[in-house]
Structures are given as C-alpha cells and as structure tokens.
C-alpha cells in the first residue's frame, strides 16, 4: 500500500460546501511521503493492480515538482498499461 498524507484545510465546525471543494487546489493537497512512490511502482508492477491509494500517490506525484524522470516515466506507462488492459483499477 502507498504512503500517503492528506491535508485537509476545512474544518469540521466550518465545513466547505461540495462545490467549492472541487474548485480549489488549496483545499486539499496530497503529498507523496519520500520514497513511497518506488514502493508503489514495485507493488503495481507485481499485482498488475492499481488501487485507489495507488491512484491517490500517482496524483500526488504527478504534482510534486521533485518527482525525477524516470519515476513520471513509470507513472505514464501505467496510464498506456491500464489504457491497454495490462493493469486492473480496483477499488481495494
């Protein structure tokens, strides 16, 4: 499983209404825990699986301007793998 740290800037005493969630990257930001982002490249290669936190860390390093090239490399052959039906999306 990936290592993932959500931050959450709303609230429960003042929540966001839905729609302005959706609209503003300030709201909510994920950020990728060093090293986590080899782990899940080895554990989707192994499983032929994607699941949402995977999805989740694939996000996040698509975001993080310290992701290196090779690693945004893997993360675009894992999108033209489950284009292909190489890699299954579960919902684990």
């Known amino acids: 499983m990936t290592s993932l740290s959500i931050v959450n800037s709303s609230s429960p005493l003042n929540p966001t209404p839905p729609e302005s969630r959706l609209q503003g990257h300030d709201l909510l930001s994920l950020q990728l825990l060093p090293n986590s982002l080899s782990a899940l490249v080895a ?4 499983t032929k699986k994607i699941t949402a936190a995977d999805r989740y860390g694939l996000m996040a390093a698509l975001t993080d301007p310290t992701v290196d090239p090779e690693e945004r490399y893997w993360i675009d052959r894992f999108r033209w793998a489950v284009q292909r039906g190489q890699l299954e999306i579960v919902d684990d």
Not at 43 to 46: A, Q, S, T
Request: glycine share 0%; hydrophobic share 50%.
């Open 43 to 46: 554990e989707v290669i192994r």
